[in-house]
């Protein structure tokens, strides 16, 4: 992002960061929307908010139920009830931590991980059917540019505490 002299962002870039910010808001309106359309609880009985835990025990491998509650910035008690349910379900299994006997590790199960992929089949039906009739090509820059987007976002926490301006947010 550019900026001028007097370290002020240009008005056009302002412009395009409110256009990108709005489009932003009226995205994950859409999910939530799309996301409320399925059952709340999946056809296994587990609420679809437990599936962010599998996700990230799939791919980030075991974890404590504090890393988890970091990782995705929720509260511990809701992590350890969602897990819980996980557990009873087969899908998650507790370890002991090997740095720490005293704690233990969530793990995915043999079965978590065949519902996980059930399900990310599931959404990759659907999201193929949303982009059917894009060209190869525009479906190829969606992933460059929304990995770009994550990594900047992932790189540049907010700083919206530090800003005594006023924020109106378009659409929000």
């Known amino acids: ?65 504090s890393k988890l509650a970091e990782g995705l910035h929720s509260e511990i008690s809701t992590i350890s009830r969602q897990s819980s349910s996980l557990v ?13 006997g005293r704690a233990c590790l969530l793990a995915a199960t043999a079965e978590g991980q065949r519902v996980f992929e059930e399900n990310r089949k599931q959404r990759n039906q659907w999201l193929a059917g949303v982009l059917a009739e894009w060209p ?22 907010p700083q919206i505490a530090d800003d005594p301006s006023p924020v109106q947010a378009k659409g929000a």
């Open 136 to 157: 190869e090509e525009d479906r190829h820059t969606l992933n460059t540019l929304l990995d770009r987007l994550n990594t900047g976002i992932e790189e540049h926490s």
């Open 1 to 65: 992002m550019a900026s001028t002299r007097n370290g002020a962002t240009p008005q056009a870039e302002l412009d395009l960061a409110d256009e990108l910010g709005y489009q932003l808001v009226r995205f994950v309106r859409l999910l939530h929307k799309a996301k409320s359309q399925v059952a709340k609880q999946g056809p296994d009985g587990i609420e679809r908010a437990a599936y962010a835990i599998l996700f990230s025990l799939i791919h980030d491998g075991p974890q404590r139920t």
């Open 88 to 100: 009873q379900h087969g899908l998650v299994e507790r370890q002991a931590d090997p740095e720490d």
